[in-house]
């Protein structure tokens, strides 16, 4: 059951009208669906040659590894999300949530940040949920893999390489800060703001301790995986490279991506970034194989994870009518 907000049209529109509203959403939706999935194809497709020659160094095993850890990395991160929405109203079962997340995450590949946030809005939207909540819910949980992103890095290469983290001091600062935004008190006040600034009528929803610390346990194993498969690519490339230094490069290089690049995936800022963390143990044509091998691992699984959320969802369909 949709709420009145997903209904797309007011109390005493014709039918006639709703109905086109109706039409005018799904053939927006499906537009946007194409060009994502079309500019998914293409970052596979233009990075094939640099990645073939590679793989030739680094070996077959340990790209399938690598591809196996990116895609339970994206379960993880789908159940950080599902925390978070069921927290804020989303009360459907889990295949549909977990292929709102899955077909949401193709908006990435469009540039500027905000598409999978607003995917989710819209998909969420099938289920019930209101537009504004699903929005707070999904930036909250955006907050969540941010910070726990700047966590593990922070903590995998103070461990590992202390110097490596000087350079990027202030990316975990600012992860250091969304940290302290996802205490219940603070992060009501902060999403009450964005409602206001978005002219949203409804009321702040409250996410408990409880949910968010299980968003960010979850988070911080995607965190783990992704770390994971980055040493994977490393270790044939570098003998002296530790799980922990991997992982907080990984981490931190994501990190400082997100942060400073608003383009498809952070190209550029993260490789520049994982050059300068895995210094201590790779040279720089090492430790950019490294980023060029995961970032197509990770951009394999995410177009494995569309495939399979678009088949759950028409998989349900006839069943949800």
């Known amino acids: 059951m949709n709420s009145p907000e997903g209904s797309g049209a007011a109390a005493g ?48 095993a340990a790209f399938v590894y690598a591809t196996l850890a990116a895609c339970l990395a994206l379960a993880c991160n789908t159940l950080s999300w599902r925390t978070i929405l069921r927290a804020v109203g989303l009360a459907a079962p889990l295949p549909d949530t977990a292929a709102v997340f899955l077909v949401s995450q193709s908006g990435k590949y469009v540039p500027g940040a905000v598409w999978p946030v607003l995917a989710q809005a819209e998909f969420a939207k099938d289920h019930g949920l209101a537009r504004g909540r699903a929005l707070a819910g999904s930036v909250v949980a955006m907050i969540v893999g941010v910070a726990t992103a700047g966590a593990v890095g922070a903590l995998g290469l103070l461990v590992s390489a202390p110097g490596a983290i000087r350079d990027y001091w202030w990316a975990v600062a600012v992860a250091a800060v969304l940290l302290a935004v996802l205490t219940p008190p603070v992060l009501r006040r902060v999403i009450a ?6 002219r949203r009528s409804e009321e702040a929803p409250e996410i408990g301790a409880r949910a968010l610390g299980v968003a960010a346990a979850w988070s911080v194993a995607n965190w783990l995986l992704l ?45 520049a970034a994982l050059v300068v963390t895995l210094s201590s143990v790779a040279t720089g044509p090492q430790a950019l194989a490294v980023a060029l091998l995961s970032r197509f691992a990770m ?3 995410d177009a494995l994870g569309l495939l399979v959320g678009l088949g759950i969802r028409a998989a349900r369909r006839p069943a949800s009518r």
Not at 193 to 198: C, D, K, Q, V, Y
Not at 237 to 243: H, I, M, N, Q
Not at 246 to 263: E, H, P, Q
């Open 299 to 301: 951009t394999l699984a």
């Open 13 to 60: 529109d014709p039918p006639t009208q709703s109905a086109d509203h109706a039409k005018t959403l799904r053939a927006v939706r499906w537009a946007f669906l194409g060009v994502a999935v079309g500019l998914l194809a293409w970052a596979l497709a233009s990075s094939w040659d640099e990645v073939s020659e590679t793989l030739r160094e680094v070996g077959w």
């Open 193 to 198: 703001l964005g409602l206001r600034i978005l």
């Open 227 to 271: 770390g994971g498969q980055a040493w994977l690519l490393l270790r044939p490339l570098a003998d002296g490279a530790s799980l922990a230094l991997a992982t907080g490069a990984f981490a931190l290089s994501w990190l400082v991506g997100f942060i400073v690049v608003i383009a498809p995936a952070g190209i550029g800022a993260r490789e």
